[in-house]
Every structure is written in C-alpha cells, then in structure tokens.
C-alpha cells in the first residue's frame, strides 16, 4: 500500500477506469492463497507500506535485510521497529485512532490477535494440534495465554490498525480519483483460521477440529476429479438459527472495506458440493441445498446497500440463476469460455445482458495470450471470425470485445493489458504450485501510451464519462 499502490491508482484514473478489482486481503498461509485466509475479516500485514511508517517517523529509514535475512524475518522485524516507534513518538490523534480502531473491530479483533499469538507460540501449526485446553478454548487457559502473550497481542493489534488505516487512505484516495475498490470475498473460510478455531459451532466439524466433510467442486473445465478444496463446511441450520449473524458481521467487515464485492463460488449458496473428508478427491461429492435465499434476505434485510456481484462459473442450475436473479446481482460472462457450443453460448458478446461483469479471464484462468495460443488453429479462425477479420491481434482484440460488451461492467486482467503469455499467469486451480499467487509486473512493462490507448477505448464504448 505504498508509493506504487498509489501509482497504479493514478494509472487506472489516466486510462478512464473506474474499478480495480482486487484478491481477497487478509492473511494467507505459506502457499499465498487469499481464497485460504487466517480471517474472514483481517488484513495482511504483508501489504502494510513500510516506507508510509518511515515518513510517518515511527520506523526507522534502513534500506537493506541483515545479511542474508529471509524477506519476512525483515518485514517482521520492521513491523516490530515501527510498533516501539509508535509508543514513543505518536501524537494524542493517533494513539486515539488505535484506541477507536480496537474498540470498533472488536468482535471479530481480540479472537484473531489471539489465535495468531497462539500459532506463533506454537510454530505456526494449526489449532486443532494444540493442547486440548487451548484447541478447545478453555476460558481458563485462555485468560492464562492472554495475560503470558500480552505483548504478541499488542503487537498483532497494533498490524491491524496499521493495515486499515492504510487501506482507508488508499481506498478514499481511489475514490476522490473516480476509481472504487471491488473486493473478492470466498464462499468458505480456511480450516486453520481464527474463524474455525473461535467459531466452531458454525463448522461441520468433530469433537477434535476435523472436519466430517469439506467443500470442493465436480469434475468440470478445469479438472477431470474435480476440485477438493478441502475448506469445512457451514453447519447452515445452527447459522439460519441465530439469524446469520456470523454473516452478517462479515459482510459488516467487507463493506467498510470495499465498494463493491464479489462472492466467489456464490453457486454455493444454493447448492454445495459435500465431499467425504477421508476422500482425496471430490468425485464422490454429492449437492447438498443450501439456505441462500434467506441468507441474503438477512443481509438485505440488515444493510442500506448490498452492492454484491455473483460469481455465477461452472455447474450452474436454473436454482443458482433464480437466486442471483430474485436478488438483482450482476453474474459474471468470461470470454474465454465463450468461443465453444454454437452461437448459443451465454458468453458470446451477443449474448450478454446489462446486469453482468464481463472479462476476459480471470485470475483462474490462462493469460488471454495464452489462452489464445492453446487453441487450435479452426478455433482461432472462429474467434477472429466473430470479432472481426480485421480485428486487433491478441489480447488487444479479446479486450476490446469486453469494453464494448453491453455488460455494465468490464474487467481486465494486468496481464492482458500487458499482453503477457502464458508464464505469467497468477493461479492454475486444483494445484499447489510454486508459482501460483506469486505473480507482479513491473512498471518498466507498461508502455509510456498504455493509459492514453486505454482511455480512447473508455470513452469509445462509453465506459469513461
């Protein structure tokens, strides 16, 4: 959230953009998923700006590691400068702000500072490995733990307060730039997370942590077995019980947040797929209905605004478009699924509907160039017999049929402004590779009239004003 942050906002302002749709923020594990957060609602310390805490004055300017110091020992490190920097030096405003913050985000604050505290303690291993007392939240032996671990508390609601206020300051400086911030928020929560360990009764889960069956999708476009994610699953009677108050506190967390938000897997809300815990696969799953028309009147029935999209991809029933529909939430169309079954194919330009966001891909799909370079050569010919024989050349040409699409919103993967290949892709979905999430560009990429040629496409299909 530092100096580039902010370039990349005043890019996306001179090329006439009005969204930067992001990954989900909080916490990951070491794989980097963010759709696999240690929290539905806190944010990852590793976007906290340090040079923002320099010019702040309660870190200390160090521009290098200590010898062969690993990236996070030093970010962590810093972070943990910055904290003593804050105890001396910050004025009566912002020690009032750190208050406020912690007193504000308190439902959801302490249980995360102190599951992370724990997992520190305990070297990062998951909670359902602690001692009994602690796996299982003896209020005894939590009392114990938060008077032994006072300063790890302090310091992990102190990265808290740190990455909001940061965030905050980015988001409303988008804002004043015409540019609002759409959000990601995944269906299901991490086995390992605060959420599960302080929240079990909503978790389909046994006396030890485990997990009887976990979420995960059939066998379709991306996978032969299926997807096990391998998430645990709601237990939707005790949720529909108390009114869904778990979901309504995190859709609370998400709308202070962001602007817009997406609802990753929202075919989960009317059905799942249920997956025996023991299989290692999903190809034994079965659906399972879910409560989503009364979750979402709950939420409806709770917030002045549910600017919610639906994430509506892969085994879609008539159900799952009756739900997104009765609730007037814009579904999603992906080009590169669009150029296969006939002229019939939802994705096709032609037949897009208002209330939708396009893309071309997204961030579980190929770079659209290489997309492109995968198919056949008859379906390349199809692809530019659609658009136009004339047509730009990949993925200009993919990208001007989202922008002119009648979608009321298009979204545009970096990598295909770049016109990157297919060694950049951000996540191939159903593995655990090295490469997944680890994907940035580089300014030196953008080329000096990127802005200006993007900004003509805008304001050409009327999506700049």
């Keep these: 959230m530092g100096p580039d942050a902010y370039r990349f906002v005043d890019f996306l302002a001179d090329g006439g953009f009005s969204i930067w749709q992001t990954l989900p923020l909080g916490p990951t594990h070491s794989d980097l998923s963010p759709y696999r957060c240690q929290s539905v609602h806190a944010g990852s310390e590793r976007l906290i700006s340090l040079e923002r805490l320099v010019e702040s004055g309660w870190l200390p300017r160090e521009t290098e590691p200590l010898g062969e110091e690993p990236a996070w020992a030093y970010r962590r490190r810093r972070l943990a400068q910055a904290m003593e920097g804050f105890r001396r030096h910050a004025g009566a405003r912002d020690r009032e702000a750190f208050q406020a913050f912690t007193a504000s985000h308190d439902y959801w604050l302490e249980d995360y500072v102190l599951y992370q505290a724990l997992r520190s303690v305990h070297r990062g291993q998951p909670w359902w490995t602690w001692p009994a007392e602690l796996r299982d939240r003896d209020p005894d032996a939590l009392e114990r733990a938060r008077s032994s671990l006072a300063e790890r508390l302090e310091r992990f609601r102190f990265e808290q307060f740190l990455f909001f206020g940061q965030w905050r300051e980015l988001k ?8 609002l911030i759409f959000g990601d928020m995944p269906l299901y929560v991490a086995p390992d997370s605060a959420d599960v360990w302080a929240q079990r009764e909503y978790f389909r889960l046994d006396e030890h942590g485990h997990p009887h069956v976990v979420a995960g999708v059939p066998p379709d476009y991306f996978s032969d077995t299926g ?45 799942f797929w249920e997956i025996p815990a023991s299989d290692d696969t999903a190809i034994n799953g079965h659906w399972v209905p879910a409560p989503g028309r009364k979750l979402l009147q709950a939420l409806r029935n709770t917030f002045d605004r549910l600017p919610l999209v639906a994430e509506d991809l892969g085994f879609i029933t008539e159900g799952v478009e009756e739900l997104r529909d009765v609730f007037g939430l814009p579904g999603m169309k992906v080009l590169h699924f669009a150029f296969e079954g006939g002229s019939a194919n939802p994705y096709l330009p032609h037949n897009h509907v208002p209330n939708a966001v396009v893309y071309t891909g997204t961030h579980d799909n190929d770079t659209s160039l290489g997309w492109y370079s995968s198919l056949s050569e008859g379906e390349r ?83 700049f004003a």
């Excluded at 409303?172 to 540019?179: F, H, K, L, P, T």
């Excluded at 602007?259 to 059905?271: M, S």
């Excluded at 136009?388 to 993925?395: A, C, E, L, V």
């Design 172 to 179: 409303q400086y988008a804002n004043e730039r015409g540019i």
């Design 227 to 271: 997807q096990r994610w391998g998430n645990p699953l709601y237990d939707w009677q005790r949720m529909k019980a108390d009114g869904f108050i778990w979901w309504i506190a995190r859709v609370r967390s998400q709308l202070e947040t962001f602007d817009l938000i997406r609802i990753d897997h929202f075919r989960g809300l009317e059905a």
């Design 381 to 463: 010919r199809y692809v530019h017999e659609y658009l136009g024989r004339s047509s730009d050349p990949m993925p200009m040409a993919l990208c001007r049929a989202a922008l002119r699409s009648v979608a009321r919103l298009a979204v545009l993967p970096m990598q295909d402004l770049l016109r990157l290949g297919a060694e950049h892709r951000m996540n191939e979905p159903g593995t655990s590779s090295d490469l997944n999430w680890r994907w940035r560009f580089a300014w030196e990429q953008v080329e000096p009239d990127l802005s200006e040629k993007f900004r003509h496409f805008n304001e050409l299909y009327g999506r």
